[in-house]
């Protein structure tokens, strides 16, 4: 019985990794595409700011950019989340980074990674993307972008001044996320927050 729990709740986390296999990369070696998606997470206790892991995966994005590798960043993340308003947050700091705000799109419904992919294609046509997070979470968002009909690759984001302790515990808690991760994608649910076609992605691109 406990081997078969253990291959129970271990299912999910390696259908995450092996469909994923073949799409994460680290920055140095990420392939280019038109939008980069960056998932929000908490913001600093000032709520102005970004906290590490989010500072890492924003200034992620800004090299990608900057590299000629990116052209549109989309920020999708909690507008009303418990730390702050995770995409306003993002886009501040992304112009901050030098990333031209005509070319910031942000997304204040991504409620969770599930939500962020299916409205990146959904709402904002995204077909075709770069998606950054840390190297723990970054499986589970290719699988359920790709299983949501967008081609994505994975980068992994930075992640100074993250302690160790922390991005452990938060590779324990994506194990267990891997659930919900393949529950959400047999189910097909649509996102919390639907909304209509929003053109913005394409019309940042089309600035050239």
Do not use: N
């Not at 500072?55 to 590798?69: I, K, M, P, S, Y």
């Not at 938060?170 to 659930?179: C, T």
Request: net charge neutral; with cysteine.
């Amino acid at each position: 019985m406990g081997v078969v729990g253990v291959l129970l709740v271990s299912g999910p986390w390696l259908w995450t990794k092996i469909a994923a296999h073949g799409h994460v990369h680290g920055e140095a070696d990420a392939p280019s595409a038109d939008v980069v998606i960056v998932l929000g997470t908490e913001v600093a206790a000032d709520r102005r700011r970004p906290a590490d892991r989010l500072a890492g995966r924003l200034e992620t994005a800004a090299a990608l950019v900057r590299d000629g590798r990116a052209r549109v960043v989309l920020v999708s993340g909690d507008g009303g989340g418990a730390s702050g308003d995770e995409p306003t947050v993002m886009t501040s700091y992304l112009v901050e980074l030098g990333v031209d705000p005509g070319r910031v799109v942000a997304d204040p419904f991504g409620l969770d990674t599930y939500d962020s992919c299916a409205r990146a294609r959904e709402v904002y046509g995204v077909t075709r993307a770069l998606i950054v997070t840390q190297s723990y979470h970054l499986s589970r968002a290719v699988t359920l972008c790709r299983g949501l009909g967008v081609d994505v690759d994975g980068v992994a984001a930075r992640c100074a001044g993250c302690p160790a302790a922390l991005l452990a515990e938060k590779a324990v808690r994506d194990y267990f996320a891997s659930g919900k991760a393949a529950w959400d994608a047999a189910s097909g649910r649509p996102p919390a927050v639907r909304s209509p076609v929003d053109p913005a992605v394409r019309d940042a691109l089309a600035l050239g």
